[in-house]
């Protein structure tokens, strides 16, 4: 082949010309488009997924933290136990119902042996549930003042020589009866008949506590010389028909416990028991025995 026969393959009319440096310019711009950017996906960030995702981690660690975490018991009067609570606390049905068949005679347990004796719970599950028993004050001052121990055995040297102590009912005492007794003069007299009149009548000697200026002594002593023979005849409280006004003036009740009640009436239906009372918030639990002998559950 001659060089003028290949020459003939390179000879292009005007607009062959004009095609072909356009066609070279377009693969002159790709390279460099291809070249000088970056093609490589861009993820875009956006403010509400990292907010989003920072708050899932932290649900995340709670609910590990809620799985490895053991629940947390409250102290609690364990004269008061309920199914439920039974339950939760390990103890048997059998347990429980000893406990309650207990409670229904109207007797109640102050310490973890007398709790062990009644349900017969297993010494392992006492030793775990007795740290969180809370009893009323009052038992735990009487076994923990070693002055009660004291003021007994006083009592039993001194009234040992003397003749026999005539037991008094406290609701029939008067004036000069009260008197009589070490520690209590004219002022605190009037003040213990006054408590019985606002009360309508003691029900119980453990009462003695909610008279201001009885020291643990004194109270003692009057337990000594006085006691509730029967308890008084008294128009009792309807707990579930009294109106917030008549709770409110009742001496355990103060106005916002007694507005607990009657919301938690309102919303429940009837109160059917003093167990039903001490679920409500700011109840004193530990004179629960007490209150109840003022009520009137139908």
């Known amino acids: 082949m001659s060089f003028k026969t290949i020459q003939t393959y390179f000879k292009f009319t005007n607009e062959q010309r004009t095609s072909i440096f356009f066609l070279f310019l377009i693969i002159v711009v790709l390279q460099l488009v291809y070249f000088f950017i970056d093609f490589s996906t861009v993820s875009k960030e956006y403010p509400e997924k990292q907010k989003w995702l920072s708050l899932q981690t932290e649900m995340d660690s709670l609910k590990m933290d809620s799985k490895n975490s053991q629940p947390k018991i409250y102290l609690f009067n364990p004269n008061f136990i309920t199914d439920y609570k039974g339950y939760k606390l390990g103890m048997s049905i059998q347990e429980i119902d000893r406990l309650l068949a207990f409670r229904r005679e109207n007797k109640y347990v102050n310490s973890p042996e007398e709790f062990q004796n009644v349900t017969k719970v297993s010494d392992s599950l006492l030793n775990l549930i007795a740290p969180y028993f809370k009893f009323p004050d009052w038992v735990n001052n009487k076994k923990q003042n070693s002055k009660f121990k004291e003021f007994e055995a006083y009592q039993n040297k001194t009234f040992a020589k003397k003749e026999k102590i005539i037991i008094i009912d406290i609701n029939q005492a008067t004036k000069e009866d009260l008197v009589k007794i070490y520690g209590i003069g004219e002022a605190i007299s009037v003040r213990i008949l006054k408590q019985k009149e606002t009360l309508g009548g003691f029900v119980s000697m453990e009462q003695m506590q909610d008279v201001w200026g009885l020291s643990p002594e004194v109270i003692e002593n009057l337990i000594t010389h006085f006691t509730v023979l029967a308890v008084p005849r008294f128009k009792k409280i309807e707990i ?59």
């Open 240 to 298: 579930n028909n009294a109106s917030l006004k008549e709770l409110s003036q009742f001496y355990y009740f103060r106005y916002a416990l007694a507005k607990e009640i009657v919301t938690y009436r309102s919303m429940n239906g009837n109160i059917k028991n003093i167990e039903d009372l001490t679920k409500i918030k700011g109840f004193p639990v530990d004179k629960a025995n007490i209150i109840g002998l003022y009520l009137d559950f139908n």
